[in-house]
């Protein structure tokens, strides 16, 4: 990303607003399913997301159930087409994945989209790790 | 007694020892496991729950114990290699020796991240990157377009300043020395120059970048030269913390060694400084 570094472009509002209207970094139809605003951080869970980011499917949902075993998404799971991604949430609210582990960004639709930006078109793979 | 040396003072033949050593780990299966180790206290170590490796106090000695397992199966291979660190607020530009083709090789090439040159590059043929989290098997980089700077001397100094070791809740939020130097807090240390480095490093599975161990080894480096300031400050929690690891209990996965048994490198090794 040109400009500012990532850290700074993904915890500016405005960074993520021209992300997300840039409708040329979209696949078709993305658009009708981008959420207009960020979730906002509260004291539950953010709220659902389902979008295409640079060609790929993301999806994030509060995590039902007992979602234990290697998961510690802070409740919340991510999906990148359908793969769960590992999700964590720091103490302060901010949220890091483990693609993007040293990097906090402010929810976990910023954590998916970094995570597609790593990826590079590359599969993710279901954790843990093989 | 092992001497861990700055890698820009490394002779030519030191840094052909220290790869040929990891190579050998890597070819025998025995590098991967500590890759996979890593990641599984990454993954698991939580703000609110049990933290052991990460985001916790004993980061810092559960690295120095991680380092010296790993610096032991290199010297099973080599017992002349030790660990060497790097100093990423002197040598802070790609251009320094550490990224030269003779030792870990450069940055990765604008398209995919990929490295070109060294010894763990893909297209010399002996560093398949196994455990991963993606369907990549090439080691990447993308030095400095993560972040910008690596950082200064100042800011480590700032950090080396702070006299208490860790504070409650002793995880990502604390102030204190260690958070300050793990980098979730302030000017960040650590965790900057994984950022910085990109590629796997920036990943759970940042073993898989040999440079792993040079920065950890810098970042242990600065824990000794931070409990030479502050003699009179220990590690804490000392005692009774839920989810942490207080001075006398022990670390998993090796549930035989304590915080209070890994405070003194010296027992171990010694810096090229000291």
């Known amino acids: 990303m ?54 790929r499917r993301i999806q994030g949902r509060p995590a039902t159930g007992s979602g234990h075993h290697h998961e510690h998404g802070g409740g919340y799971a991510v999906f990148v087409d359908g793969v769960p991604l590992h999700l964590m949430r720091n103490a302060d609210g901010t949220w890091i994945s483990v693609v993007t582990h040293y990097d906090p960004v402010p929810t976990p639709l910023a954590a998916a989209r970094a995570a597609v930006d790593e990826l590079r078109g590359a599969a993710l793979l279901p954790f843990p790790a093989n | 007694m092992t001497v861990r040396k700055n890698q820009a003072a490394l002779t030519a033949d030191e840094k052909r020892r220290f790869t040929g050593a990891v190579l050998e ?114 080691l990447r980089r993308s ?14 100094e700032s950090v080396l300043s702070i006299r208490t070791y860790d504070m409650p809740p002793y995880n990502s939020a604390s102030d204190g020395f260690r ?11 650590h965790n900057r120059v994984h950022v910085w480095v990109g590629g796997q490093m920036a990943t759970g599975v940042s073993p898989n970048d040999p440079v792993f161990w040079l920065h950890h080894a810098f970042v242990d480096k600065l824990w000794a030269e931070w409990r030479r300031r502050h003699p009179d400050a220990g590690y804490v929690p000392t005692g009774g913390t839920p989810d942490v690891v207080d001075l006398d209990e022990t670390m998993k996965p090796w549930n035989d060694v304590r915080p209070a048994d890994l405070l003194d490198h010296t027992a171990f090794y010694t810096f090229d400084d000291e």
């Open chain 2, 179 to 189: 958070n300050h130097l793990e980098g979730w807090r302030g000017v960040n240390l």
């Open chain 2, 25 to 138: 780990l890597k070819r025998s299966g025995r590098y991967d496991a500590f890759v996979r180790t890593h990641n599984a206290f990454i993954m698991a170590d939580t703000d609110t729950g049990a933290r052991t490796g990460h985001r916790s106090p004993s980061f810092l000695p559960w690295h120095r114990r991680f380092l010296l397992d790993f610096e032991r199966a290199l010297q099973s291979v080599d017992p002349s290699v030790a660990l060497p660190y790097w100093d990423w607020s002197t040598d802070r530009t790609v251009r320094a020796a550490l990224w030269a083709p003779d030792f870990l090789g450069g940055t990765g090439r604008a398209s995919d991240g990929r490295v070109m040159d060294g010894p763990f590059a893909a297209a010399a043929g002996e560093w398949p990157v196994s455990v991963r989290v993606d369907g990549r098997t090439f």
């Open chain 1, 2 to 55: 040109p400009g500012p570094t990532r850290r700074r472009a993904l915890s500016s509002a405005a960074a993520l607003a021209a992300a997300a209207g840039a409708g040329t970094l979209l696949a078709p139809g993305a658009r009708a399913a981008t959420r207009p605003h960020e979730p906002e951080h509260r004291h539950g869970a953010p709220e659902s997301f389902d979008e295409v980011y640079h060609g």
């Open chain 2, 143 to 156: 030095l400095g377009a993560g972040v910008r700077e690596l950082p200064t001397r100042a800011e480590v």
